[in-house]
């Protein structure tokens, strides 16, 4: 806008020149518009036209009647006339000429005005063009100069960056084979002097810990291909280690070379270690709930196991009493002592299946594992439960199904859980079958697949999402935890723990197994053969 | 109706159900086994006198809520629950609904036999007491409104001539309901009619 205003507010470059008048030519024109170009002069030109063609007969008739004074007479008016037509002529001729001299002098005024009109819109017009360049170099030199100004930002904001950040910025040559910059940081982090770089370039490799430096070494000759990503701790001189998070991105010239790498190391200790703890107090969680689902199994069998030993103890006491009494019937006496020696044998049943539990795995450690006959297993302690949730139960397990290699009691304890789950989710709804599916079937052919399907209530789509999640449950008196545990055992065991509602009513669980394979055995292919 | 204290032994275990059996009938009581809680309910025998014993983990209806069942009901039949492996909160659930005692599997016979003997006592003198309320509650029914008026105050230790004064009567018309009530409450003596009082008044 302000360059448009100036550019109108400019007087014209050059003044309008003004039209020459010369005063003869000025007199000349008055003369003939106002003395003889009126009638006089139609008049005049008549009579002298026709004294011009009457002329030789005047003179003739003249010189016949022989009056001198009459011929001179006529001379006269001849010579008037002549000098009169000549006069007009000239006149005439003059005019004409002065009109045509006006009419071009007009012409060239005109075109005088034409082209100093175009000169001046020119000149107008290269006056904006001139405005507008020098305003665009205006513009370009406040551009260059905010560029300098960003370019000195933003160098300034580099160097700040670089030299303020937590994080390690380093430049490899890949030809120079040295660091061509790392920030100040390093010293700090390190605690080792930059300067030791200069003359060996890998002299932050040596800090490295030992168990990593083979890894590193290989990343580091490796960077310049492929980029780099390692976590690895590093000794400082004061004995501490710290975690580092090194990456690094190759850089390439116009060729198309890798000719740099560039890279930050951070420190990631803090991290670690709340990772490490995370992981600790996972551990430690699953220790406990798995050890919280071991008593609740120890519970169960000491509840079957009390019940033999009562009715032992109360045989025998009964005897006792009819014998102190006198009034014993040995008949009756041999039936109740039959009577205790079933108990004692049932109880000796039970106690071995807790040694089953208990010993065959004294650490969790794999094995190969037939899951039919650990979900039989199972069963036996879940019958209880069954019973009390009038629970139907239903086994469809496959026939020579292969082993799993798991571990016997937390594979148990997953399977009694999920059994025990799914028979509290029935035992809460109030209508419907109650149906108890466990099923065993082949995944794949190395993996066997657990089912676990209930007809209960179901889940919400909320209570599905944070179905896994450590403390979430459903039920009034739960940990929450059995889900998250089972899952964990299941992976640690190199499966999958999942959970497919049903559309109409309960949900399945499902798990998967690694199966053992005998590379002995003549069917045996390698798993990804 | 068999009218002498039973002992109801339920457990859904048979061994047990047959063991403990046979030791409380070699003591000479009297017992009834059941399976279930619910055939117990079915049967009832909750009417009858005695005691229960029984496992506080059975299929179906369990121990404790047999024993909420049967408050509910307005039972008063003392309760022994057996464990087999008893944890503190169910004991604590257990004997917060009222019940007489809980003892784990296995037991002495005689630790059994002590509680079952004092639970049906326990099970007699409420039973006894019962009755006597609700005889003193009939007896108190047949007291007209006015007599009760008079009753009342006597047993709040006012003298003949206050109460007629209260209630705008003679004395000698008080004189009069006194014998009724006495009468009526078949009470020899004011510490009778103030016994019969108090007995009505529990059984409300």
Redesign the interface.
């Known amino acids: 806008m302000a360059m448009s205003n100036s550019a109108m507010s400019k007087a014209p470059l050059f003044p309008p020149a003004t039209a020459p008048t010369p005063r003869l030519r000025s007199c000349m024109e008055r003369l003939w518009w106002r003395l003889i170009q009126p009638a006089p002069a139609s008049l005049l030109y008549v009579t002298v036209s026709l004294l011009w063609l009457l002329g030789e007969d005047l003179l003739a008739w003249a010189n016949d009647i022989r009056q001198p004074a009459i011929l001179d007479l006529l001379r006269v008016a001849l010579a008037i006339a002549v000098s009169g037509g000549l006069l007009y002529w000239l006149l005439r001729t003059h005019a004409d000429a002065i009109a045509r001299a006006r009419f071009a002098q007009r012409q060239v005024e005109d075109r005088l005005r034409q082209s100093l009109e175009a000169m001046e819109a020119q000149a107008a017009e290269r006056a904006a063009e001139r405005l507008e360049s020098q305003q665009a170099l205006e513009l370009l030199n406040a551009a260059r100069l905010q560029v300098e100004t960003a370019l000195g930002d933003s160098e300034e904001r580099f160097r700040q960056l670089a030299e303020h950040i937590r994080e390690v910025f380093w430049v490899w040559g890949v030809t120079e084979q040295r660091l061509l910059y790392i920030s100040p940081v390093y010293e700090d982090l390190w605690g080792r002097p930059a300067q030791h770089l200069l003359e060996r370039p890998l002299d932050w490799i040596d800090a490295v810990h030992p168990d990593d430096r083979p890894r590193i070494y290989a990343a580091h000759f490796d960077k310049s291909a492929s980029g780099m990503d390692e976590e690895y701790r590093i000794i400082r001189p004061d004995g501490t280690v710290r975690w580092i998070w090194d990456r690094g991105f190759p850089m390439h010239d116009e060729y198309g070379h890798v000719h740099r790498v560039v890279g930050l190391a951070e420190d990631i200790t803090t991290r670690k270690l709340a990772e490490d703890q995370l992981r600790r107090q996972q551990t430690e969680l699953a220790k406990t709930s798995r050890l919280s689902l071991a008593v609740e199994l120890a ?2 069998l ?14 025998t ?2 005897c ?3 014998l102190r ?1 006198d009034k014993a019937d040995p008949r009756e006496l041999t039936g ?1 002592l039959e ?1 205790v020696v ?2 004692g044998l ?1 109880a000796g049943s039970i106690i071995r299946h807790l040694r089953e539990l208990v010993q065959k795995n004294p650490t969790a450690s794999q094995s190969t594992l037939d899951l039919n006959t650990l979900i039989h297993r199972v069963i036996h302690y879940a019958q ?1 439960e069954l ?2 949730a ?1 629970v139907t139960l239903k086994l469809e397990l496959m026939d020579q199904l292969p082993a799993v290699l798991a571990d016997d009691l937390q594979i148990q304890l997953v399977v009694l859980y999920l059994a025990r789950n799914a028979i509290e989710a029935m035992h809460e709804s109030n209508d419907g079958p109650r149906l108890l599916t466990l099923r065993t079937t082949l995944q794949d052919k190395n993996t066997a697949l657990v089912t676990v399907q209930d007809t209960g209530p179901g889940l919400s789509k909320e209570a599905a999402c944070r179905l896994f999640q450590p403390f979430f449950s459903t039920k009034p008196g739960g940990m929450g935890l059995g889900l998250s545990v089972s899952r964990s055992i299941v992976e640690s065991q190199g499966g999958k723990l999942w959970a497919t509602p049903h559309a109409d009513r309960g949900i399945s669980f499902h798990f998967t197994l690694p199966l053992y394979i005998n590379p002995f055995h003549p069917s045996f292919s390698p798993p990804h053969a | 109706m068999n009218d002498a204290p039973t002992v109801f032994l339920i457990d ?2 048979q ?2 159900r ?3 059996g ?2 409380l ?3 000479g009581l009297a017992v009834e086994t059941f399976t279930s809680a619910a055939s117990f309910l079915e049967s009832g025998a909750a009417e009858r006198a005695g005691c229960l014993v029984l496992d506080v ?4 209806m ?1 121990g404790l809520d047999l024993q909420q069942q049967l408050r509910a009901r307005g039972h008063r039949t003392p309760v022994i629950f ?4 008893g ?1 503190v909160p169910m004991a604590i659930r257990a004997m917060k609904g009222g019940a007489f005692d809980f003892i ?7 630790t059994l036999l002590e509680r079952i003997h004092a639970a049906l006592k326990l099970d007699t003198c409420e039973r006894h007491r019962r009755t006597q309320r609700a005889d003193a509650a009939a007896r108190m029914a047949q007291l007209s409104p006015r007599e009760r008026e008079v009753l009342e105050r006597i047993a709040l230790g006012r003298y003949n001539k206050t109460i007629a004064a209260e209630l705008g009567i003679s004395v000698s018309t008080v004189e009069i309901h006194r014998k009724r009530v006495m009468e009526k409450l078949q009470a020899e003596s004011l510490s009778d009619l103030i016994r019969t009082l108090a007995l009505a008044n529990d059984a409300e």
């Open positions: 519970s169960n000491a509840h079957d196991l009390n019940q033999p030993l009562a009715a032992i103890v109360a045989y006491q009964a006792l009493g009819l009494q109740t009577e079933n108990q049932r209880l019973r009390q009038s | 859904d275990d061994a047990v047959d063991a403990v046979l030791l009938r070699t003591d983990r059975m299929p179906g369990s057996m464990t087999g492996h944890d784990e599997k296995p037991f002495q016979g005689k």
